[in-house]
């Protein structure tokens, strides 16, 4: 499947966005260790590929950097994208759960796996929360550890701190 990327510049530093013809496949920090091989056309601001001619999957990456810009103005609580991560059916599961915990909540790895009908699958829980291409949007910062405290995030514990901070939600957790 062809991957479409664009640059987008946060207050977390450069992310990069990935996109299929239909739907955001990706969101990566500088320090993400699962980046895809980004070999097609990079998109502009715009979603404008390097002619200023709009394509594949430009749309879907104008639409997701202007939804990031609203959410880190603190204009928006919840994404509305078409989402197509590359996953098995239980991370894809874990990852639609992740969806449904509101800004500004946070909620525990055990508490995420009995959502999803299984208590004893906290560590298979977290090690798909730990596997989601698409943070911020699909919210696996809002997973924190049973005593509250804040563990593992793929694009380091401070942005995933700043995140909180962010939503709010860190007051909680004090």
């Known amino acids: 499947m062809p991957t479409t ?3 987008f ?3 977390l ?3 990069v966005l990935t996109a299929s013809e239909t739907a955001l496949t ?3 920090f500088p320090t993400s260790r699962h980046v895809p091989p980004l070999h097609v056309v990079e998109r502009g601001p715009g979603g404008k590929d390097d002619d200023g001619e709009s394509g594949t999957g430009a749309d879907v990456l104008a ?3 202007q939804q990031l810009s609203e959410y880190f103005a603190r204009a928006r609580t919840t994404f509305e994208l078409a989402l197509d991560p590359p996953g098995t059916d239980f991370q894809r599961q874990v990852w639609a759960a992740l ?3 509101p800004y500004g909540t946070t909620v525990s790895y055990g508490e995420l796996a009995r959502r999803l009908g299984d208590v004893r699958a906290t560590r298979a829980v977290g ?3 730990g596997k989601n291409p698409i943070p911020i949007i699909v919210p696996c910062h809002r997973v ?3 005593r509250g405290e804040l563990t593992g995030f793929g694009g380091g514990l401070d942005r995933k701190r700043w995140l909180l901070e962010h939503e709010g939600a860190l007051l909680a957790l004090r």
Do not use: T
Request: proline share 8%.
């Open 26 to 28: 990706g969101v990566y």
């Open 63 to 65: 639409l997701a950097r």
């Open 144 to 146: 924190i550890g049973a």
């Open 9 to 11: 510049p946060s207050p």
């Open 5 to 7: 990327f664009a640059r």
């Open 99 to 101: 969806r449904a915990i």
């Open 127 to 129: 090690a798909a929360n």
């Open 13 to 15: 530093g450069e992310l």
